[in-house]
């Protein structure tokens, strides 16, 4: 079964204080993993799309890797702006849905 | 260009009443893709139409749910009778390809009490 765990669930950061996210993910015949960004009230925005092991996309301070068993979030040198939940997704097989991971919830204190 | 728009954005019905959520995808966007948030889980895939056709209704939870896009545009999802358990946050997303990227709208919050 198709499956995307996130760790972890929340993360606080003082500003300027450098930390990465997880995302972990079983599913057949990936294509694509989607990183997005959720503000409270909000729809998920997208940030990245990531589709073969050693893929790499950077935007501002956030950069996204992925191998074939996980991708990470980098953030280096959070803002308090940065603050919102992220949300990791796969997309595999022959549909095109996503499949979501429960996200990580990130706190950056000034 | 206008975003994927989403309407209402907050409903509150009772339990058996029936509730229409509609959706606009982004103009040229064939892919329409409803998705729902439960409270404390993941979002979950609904379904999803090419154009004016059903591709995959697999998340569709059971018949009370009816989804139509007429002519290829715009989208309706109709919850009938609906339940205490179909209270979430709906959200619909479009895509111009199948494996594109995916954009949301803000979603629309069901409660139904």
């Known amino acids: 079964e198709d499956q995307v765990t996130q760790s972890p669930e929340a993360l606080r950061l003082q500003e300027g204080e450098s930390s990465s996210l997880n995302c972990s993910y079983t599913?057949?015949?990936?294509?694509?993993l989607f990183w997005y960004r959720q503000d409270p009230g909000k729809g998920p925005e997208f940030l990245f799309t990531?589709?073969?092991a050693g893929e790499e996309k950077e935007k501002e301070r956030l950069k996204a890797t992925l191998t074939k068993k996980e991708s990470f979030l980098h953030i280096t040198a959070p803002k308090p702006e940065d603050s919102a939940t992220y949300l990791c997704?796969?997309?595999?097989?022959?549909?095109?849905?996503?499949?979501f991971g429960k996200g990580t919830k990130l706190s950056v204190k000034p | 260009e206008a975003g994927v728009t989403q309407f209402p954005s907050h409903s509150v019905i009772e339990k058996g009443q029936t509730v229409t959520l509609r959706c606009d995808p982004i103009?040229?966007?064939?892919?329409l893709y409803w998705y729902r948030r439960v409270m404390g889980k993941e979002i979950k895939f609904l379904l999803h139409?090419?154009?004016?056709?059903?591709?995959?209704e697999s998340g569709m939870p059971n018949n009370r749910f009816l989804a139509e896009r007429t002519g290829g545009t715009y989208s309706t999802l109709k919850v009938q009778p609906a339940e205490l358990e179909d209270s979430g946050v709906y959200f619909c997303?479009?895509?111009?390809?199948?494996?594109?990227?995916?954009?949301f709208g803000q979603g629309t919050r069901l409660t139904v009490v």
């Open positions: 997303a479009s895509s111009q390809e199948t494996w594109g990227e995916a954009f």
């Open positions: 599913v057949s015949g990936l294509r694509g």
């Open positions: 990531l589709y073969s």
């Open positions: 997704a796969v997309r595999g097989g022959s549909q095109g849905n996503l499949i």
């Open positions: 103009s040229g966007h064939d892919n």
């Open positions: 139409f090419v154009k004016e056709s059903k591709q995959d």
